[in-house]
């Protein structure tokens, strides 16, 4: 089952904050979240496990809900590096198979 | 030599034509996939193969054929392929399959004629 995520797209000014939202109709084991910059290989961020945590490195942080199956990626303070295409992959079992969302397009203007 | 490495970049073929894609990883994972990503569509997971056994075909048509050789390549083979499979075809791996990050390649951008 195919994660939904939202927005589909957002444009932020540096500095800004931005927030992804990523929910499944299905109860999860984990989220993982990734990032696509155009022509290059996407980029691991984080993984969440069951049992609802938080995660965060630098200003890039998430939450996962497991009672409410959906997990939220925040950007703080926003830089232009932070541009790309944020996908949300969930797995609803250990070794299940990793469901990606369409992604959401982040753009940051100076 | 690091992470995830796809080779060619880039590849035309025709219809008929027979090509084969590779994939190294220098991780030293267990777990290897190989994923269809179309234009504004989502990440679709073709192939899994761990400690070299596929584990998972996702109703993937014949015209594609995995080859897992050993725990560090994966092929993917080609053969009579149609317009619709023109996109870019990602390989990854991971320590297991299952709770762990996935690590990327670049990807081959496949176009079809």
């Known amino acids: 089952q195919q994660p939904v995520q939202s927005p589909q797209a957002v444009i932020l000014r540096e500095g800004e904050d931005a927030v992804i939202n990523c929910s499944s109709s299905?109860?999860?084991?984990?989220v993982h979240w990734y990032r696509q910059k155009h022509g290059e290989a996407p980029i691991f961020l984080m993984i969440?496990?069951?049992?609802?945590e938080q995660k965060g490195h630098d200003k890039i942080s998430a939450s996962f809900n497991e009672k409410k199956q959906q997990s939220s990626l925040y950007l703080t303070a926003s830089q232009l590096s932070y541009s790309g295409t944020y996908f949300c992959g969930t797995e609803e079992t250990s070794g299940s198979r990793l469901t990606f969302g369409e992604g959401t397009q982040l753009t940051v203007n100076p | 030599e690091t992470g995830v490495t796809q080779t060619p970049r880039h590849l035309v073929m025709g219809m008929t034509n027979k090509k084969s894609l590779k994939c190294e990883q220098h991780?030293?994972?267990?777990?290897m996939y190989w994923y269809k990503q179309s234009a504004k569509k989502p990440l679709e997971l073709m192939f899994v193969y761990s400690l070299e056994e596929r584990v998972e075909n996702n109703s993937v048509p014949s015209r594609f054929s995995p080859e897992c050789p050993n725990s560090s390549h994966l092929f993917l083979h080609l053969h009579t392929l149609q317009p619709e499979d023109s996109a870019l075809y990602l390989c990854?791996?991971?320590?297991?399959?299952?709770?762990?990050?996935?690590?990327f390649g670049d990807g081959t951008r496949l176009s079809i004629l």
């Open positions: 990854a791996s991971s320590q297991v399959t299952g709770g762990q990050p996935q690590h």
């Open positions: 991780l030293g994972h267990n777990a």
């Open positions: 299905k109860a999860l084991y984990s």
């Open positions: 969440l496990l069951k049992g609802g």
